[in-house]
């Protein structure tokens, strides 16, 4: 049975109630490794956002038209993986192309958008939760923009945390560690607004 | 089973299909369209297909940048200052620069990516640089882990190089490797020999080139060649000279060896040669030669790891201890170096502390 949510509700929740990074904790590798700076995480944010935007359409219709038909469905890992695989390059030409700024900045953390778990997360739990096309893509979307708005808000906050006066042992990834729980605590009260499965 | 099999079908299917959209994507992004390189102020120019790497493409022109590493940006050797055109310097590049160099806009040319018009400057001996097919003339083993290459060269037959140089070795397509790579190997024959070059290979544990030489390479085989490189000579002083080898480091000091012994450079110079035990001793009638014609010349072999068998009475440990007993004080010599990372660095540290001024030490590091 389809999920009964509607697609902007979907979209709503996946950005804020439960936000794909700070609730279920997928993709902390480049959300703590690309926050350094505000320009170079909205980049990664948007590569994610479209990378994820893409492959649920792709991998809805792969799924639903390609693996259910031929009761393949075992192979969705393999099949969401290749298709991540081959969007991430097309993206990687793509900034290569019309930001090599961005490409130098984003450095490896480009091509292991691949291995992003927030990306293959998305597409697994847009099968579990049953929903059709349009929810999604919205999904999906949401999803990205979700992710983007938590390394874009760390990103803001490890700026402005350069000039705070930091204990000596916390300082680099250790206070990031501390901020990114704080952010995951202050998302868990939007948890109960929307129950998404 | 049947669903294994249309399984892999399917992923078969999908893949081709993603394959075939990347490749379409391919041709439309990673055209830069037709760019201009530029060298040494329109000393050279040349029109390229954009996309292509600056050390390959200054390669197919004719222009050899020296890289030990093949162009796979871990040597840092194919520096070239780039006036114009690089984009933006790359965090691979970075470690192998200075503040000075990235100031001045020196680039590692395997890293730069040709997609607008290029202006460059190389150093004028660049130019001189070729490219040569060369023959297999003999390989010989001289131990039971380094091989002597020697080759004739074909096209062009004369070679023009300062001994303790290196050349780039080319190892075509093999089972071992998909493609032709390239490895640095410095020249162990005479100056005076122009027509032909000697090579000393060791063998590497799964090394791509001497995995070539020791298991591939025949004679009679064509091989193809550029140099020479490098700024491992023969500075001309009165000093007294040290000389470090270990392995087939031997082989750059070795010519520089033949070139006093050739020109009457009777300069006071104590050859220090490095390995595990007797059996790995090389060239010893060739040093003994040597030490006939140069009457100032001392040899010091020294073992690491001497065997029973080899009933050593020499010197023992590894070379830098033989050179710490031998030195006190360095404050008049000078010294050529080389061999393993950890061999030079050593000897340098412990040549500045006998005095040896850093300026007069001249090394050739494997990397």
């Given at each position: 049975m389809e999920s009964s949510l509607s697609a902007p509700i979907i979209f709503f929740a996946s950005i804020f109630t439960n936000n794909i990074l700070l609730a279920n904790f997928l993709g902390m590798c480049s959300f703590l490794a690309i926050s350094r700076e505000l320009p170079s995480a909205v980049g990664l944010g948007l590569a994610v956002t479209f990378v994820m935007t893409c492959t649920t359409a792709l991998n809805y219709l792969v799924y639903h038209y390609l693996l259910v038909p031929f009761h393949l469905v075992h192979f969705r890992f393999i099949a969401f993986i290749i298709v991540i695989a081959a969007f991430v390059q097309l993206v990687e030409m793509v900034i290569d192309r019309y930001s090599p700024r961005l490409y130098v900045v984003l450095g490896v953390f480009l091509p292991l958008i691949t291995v992003n778990c927030a990306i293959l997360g998305v597409c697994l739990f847009m099968v579990i939760r049953k929903y059709n096309f349009v929810q999604s893509v919205a999904y999906g979307f949401g999803g990205g923009l979700g992710w983007m708005l938590a390394i874009a808000a760390l990103a803001g906050i490890r700026e402005k945390l350069k000039k705070a006066p930091i204990p000596k042992a916390l300082e680099g990834p250790g206070i990031s560690l501390i901020v990114a729980g704080l952010m995951?605590?202050?998302?868990?009260?939007?948890?109960?607004?929307?129950?998404?499965? | 089973m049947m669903t294994l099999l249309l399984g892999l079908l399917a992923l078969s299917g999908l893949c081709a299909l993603l394959a075939l959209l990347l490749e379409a994507a391919n041709t439309v992004f990673a055209d830069y369209g037709p760019c201009q390189v530029s060298i040494n102020e329109g000393a050279k120019e040349f029109t390229v297909k954009g996309g292509g790497r600056l050390l390959s493409t200054l390669m197919d022109h004719g222009l050899f940048i020296p890289s030990a590493c093949g162009g796979r940006g871990s040597c840092g050797?194919?520096?070239?200052?780039v006036l114009e055109g690089a984009g933006p310097i790359l965090p691979t590049e970075t470690p192998y620069m200075s503040e000075e160099e990235l100031r001045n806009g020196i680039r590692l040319s395997c890293q730069v990516r040709i997609r607008r018009n290029i202006r460059i400057e190389i150093p004028e001996a660049f130019f001189l640089i070729k490219e040569y097919r060369t023959q297999v003339i003999s390989l010989k083993p001289l131990t039971p882990f380094i091989k002597e290459v020697h080759l004739k060269l074909l096209e062009p037959s004369e070679i023009v190089f300062k001994p303790g140089q290196f050349i780039q070795f080319q190892v075509p397509e093999y089972p071992g490797s998909s493609e032709p790579v390239y490895r640095a190997y410095s020249i162990a024959s005479p100056a005076r020999l122009k027509t032909e070059i000697k090579l000393v290979i060791t063998r590497v544990e799964r090394g791509i080139a001497t995995t070539y030489v020791h298991n591939f390479l025949k004679e009679g085989d064509e091989v193809l060649i550029n140099g020479p490189y490098g700024d491992f000579y023969l500075r001309h002083s009165d000093r007294y000279m040290i000389?470090?080898?270990?392995?087939?480091?031997?082989?750059?000091?070795?010519?520089?060896?033949?070139?006093?012994?050739?020109?009457?450079?009777?300069?006071?110079?104590?050859?220090?040669?490095?390995v595990k035990s007797r059996k790995d001793l090389f060239y010893q009638d060739e040093i003994q030669e040597l030490l006939q014609k140069l009457p100032r010349l001392r040899y010091v072999p020294v073992l690491s790891d001497p065997l029973p068998e080899d009933h050593w009475d020499g010197e023992t440990g590894y070379v830098t201890d033989a050179v710490a007993r031998d030195v006190t004080d360095g404050s008049q010599m000078e010294a050529y170096l080389c061999g393993n990372p950890l061999m030079i660095n050593a000897a340098v540290k412990l040549l500045t502390a006998k005095g040896v001024t850093e300026d007069r030490i001249f090394f050739d590091k494997f990397g």
């Open positions: 995951a605590l202050s998302f868990m009260a939007f948890s109960g607004m929307i129950q998404m499965g | 050797l194919c520096k070239v200052k000389m470090i080898g270990t392995g087939s480091g031997l082989a750059p000091l070795m010519s520089i060896l033949y070139q006093m012994a050739d020109e009457h450079i009777d300069r006071p110079c104590t050859l220090y040669f490095g």
